[in-house]
Each structure stands twice: as structure tokens, then as C-alpha cells.
């Protein structure tokens, strides 16, 4: 019954819960983006001093180069001599997974816990970015569902034990 | 696991698997059991080739009694390289975070999502009662809980 209560919690609870099942519904449409010729010095100076995580490197058209993350960063410290040298193009992730602001949140979750990613750039008809999705967008998700579920396990509890 | 001369305990994800997704309610549902400790004088060397050679991104510095002095986590590191002309030369206590926010084991989820959401971390160390640490609650452990969930809400809804 409690999957049932998280479902009927927006009837049940007028006001209190949206339950939020596509990515539409929990995207981040400002977004800060890359150009792959920004060197890799000014790709790091621009994360440290940024509460974010992960650059949408895009094209002049608006189209998906890659992505550029602190984990590439972290990655490229660890494991090339010549790093200065780079620019972002031959540091960012080049082949990324992408989803629509249709796909559904359970599938955007399980993506990025498989291939251990915390972001998915969201791609319109048109082919252009339109958005993002981390895995932070996601947890605030959950924390408003999960405080609802709570309240009804709470209930549950403690009328059976 | 050893690591050179000194022990580091070391493990694969162990998360709790006994109640279903829409009955998760406290920390310890979710928590991963098994972390990866370091003490305080190991190298800050050590620390990097770890976190380098395996998937997990936090570490947890204990003392000798399992109280808890600090955590690192791949941010962490990612900043004492970009910033530190001698990183070579630091040990682990001179980069950790000290003090980090804890939870309990009784700690309920949606506080402890909160938590990690309104002070940007990926990681709560979890305390037992003593005050030592039996675990730790990682975003991906949550980001699990939360998958699991909305599949059950998307089985359901299919269902009706």
C-alpha cells in the first residue's frame, strides 16, 4: 500500500506533493556551456569558481560537442603530463548519453547509476540542447516525495505496531 | 585491502536491500556499510592513487578509537592539486574537510536528502551510537533509493 500512498499523494494530500516521472518535469534549462576550444586552464578556473559540476560543450549551432566534468579534470591531472597544453575538446567526454524531456525519471536515474555518471544533457526535437539533468535535480526530486512518504509511513507505523 | 605498509580498509558497495523502496524510511536503509578509511598521517598521495584506482569518491578519516576527524572526498583532492604548489608534500589531515556533517542511523531520508542537497556534499558519514562510524550515506546510495522508488510508482501507474 505505501507505493500506492506515494502515487495518490497529490490526491490525498492537496498541495503538499508533485510527483515529478519525466525529465521535463525537473530539468535545468539555464545553462552554463563550453566552447571546445576553451583551453583546459580556463575550463578548471571556471568550475573552481562555480557551484557546477558539468559543462554542455556545444557547438555553434547549438548542437552537443561533450561534456566537460570535474571528474575529466580530475582524471586529466591524474593521468597526462602535458595538461597545460590541452584544451577542452581533448579532455571532455566526447561519446555521452543523452535523454529527452520526455524520458521518464526512473530510466534517467538508472542510466546515470550504470554508467556512473551524474548528469545527462537533455536534447529537444530539433537535435539542439535543451536542458540538463544531474543527479542533484534528482535528489531534490526524491526529497520532496520521500518527506511525503514518510508522513504516511509514519501514519502506518505508528496505527499497526 | 593493503596498502603499502598500512592497513586500509577497503570494499565494495554494501547497501541494504531488506525493505522495499516505498518503505525506506530511515538512514540506515540505504546506507552503504562498508567504508573506505584512511588515518589522518597517510599521504595525500595515497589518498589520490585510491580514489584513482576505484569507483568511490569519499573517504572517511578516522583516529584509532573509529571517531571520526574528517572526510575527503574527489573535490576535495581536485582542489589541493589545482591549488597547492606542493601537494606532493601534504598528508591527509592537512586537505580533509574536518568536522563534516553526520547523520544517525535513525536519521530519517528526507532529512538527510535535505542535508546533502542544501550543503552541496555527496556524502554523510554515519554515526552509531558511540559516535563512531558504522557506515556512510553517499548521493548514489540516495540516487538507488529513489530509482527503485520511481520504478515501483511507474509499475503502478502502468497497473491501473
Keep these: ?161 | 585491502m593493503n596498502h603499502g605498509n598500512r592497513e586500509i580498509k577497503a570494499d565494495e558497495a554494501l547497501t541494504a536491500q531488506s525493505e522495499p523502496a516505498g518503505r525506506y524510511k530511515w538512514v540506515a536503509d540505504v546506507m552503504t556499510r562498508k567504508t573506505v578509511t584512511l588515518s589522518p598521517h597517510h599521504g595525500f598521495a595515497e589518498a589520490v592513487s585510491l580514489m584513482a584506482d576505484r569507483h568511490f569518491r569519499h573517504i572517511v578519516v578516522v583516529d584509532t578509537g573509529g571517531q571520526i576527524l574528517g572526510v575527503i572526498s574527489d573535490r576535495d583532492i581536485l582542489r589541493t592539486l589545482a591549488r597547492t604548489a606542493n601537494w606532493q608534500t601534504k598528508d591527509v589531515s592537512q586537505i580533509m574537510t574536518r568536522d563534516p556533517f553526520t547523520v544517525r542511523r535513525d536519521t530519517p531520508l528526507s532529512v538527510a536528502v535535505a542535508k546533502i542537497v542544501s550543503k552541496r556534499i555527496n556524502c554523510l558519514p554515519v554515526l552509531d551510537d558511540e559516535g563512531k562510524v558504522c557506515g556512510i550515506l553517499t548521493s548514489t546510495d540516495l540516487l538507488k533509493a529513489y530509482q527503485k522508488l520511481l520504478e515501483s510508482l511507474d509499475s503502478n501507474r502502468a497497473a491501473l
Design chain 1, 1 to 161: 500500500m505505501d507505493i500506492a500512498a506515494a502515487n495518490n499523494l497529490s490526491t490525498d494530500d492537496p498541495g503538499t506533493t508533485f510527483s515529478a516521472t519525466c525529465v521535463a518535469d525537473i530539468m535545468s534549462t539555464h545553462l552554463v556551456t563550453l566552447s571546445a576550444h576553451h583551453t583546459f586552464g580556463e575550463a578548471v578556473q571556471l568550475m573552481t569558481n562555480s557551484p557546477f559540476r558539468h559543462f554542455l560543450v556545444v557547438h555553434a549551432d547549438g548542437r552537443l560537442a561533450g561534456v566537460f566534468s570535474d571528474r575529466d579534470v580530475l582524471r586529466a591531472l591524474g593521468r597526462t603530463p602535458n595538461w597545460q597544453a590541452k584544451n577542452v575538446s581533448g579532455v571532455m567526454t566526447h561519446q555521452v548519453f543523452t535523454v529527452t524531456p520526455e524520458t521518464p525519471l526512473s530510466v534517467a536515474a538508472s542510466e546515470m547509476l550504470s554508467r556512473r555518471i551524474n548528469c545527462l544533457p537533455v536534447i529537444g526535437k530539433d537535435g539542439k540542447v535543451c536542458g540538463i539533468i544531474t543527479s542533484t535535480d534528482l535528489l531534490q526530486s526524491y526529497q520532496k516525495i520521500q518527506a511525503s512518504l514518510e508522513n504516511h509511513l509514519g501514519d502506518t507505523r505508528a496505527g499497526s505496531v
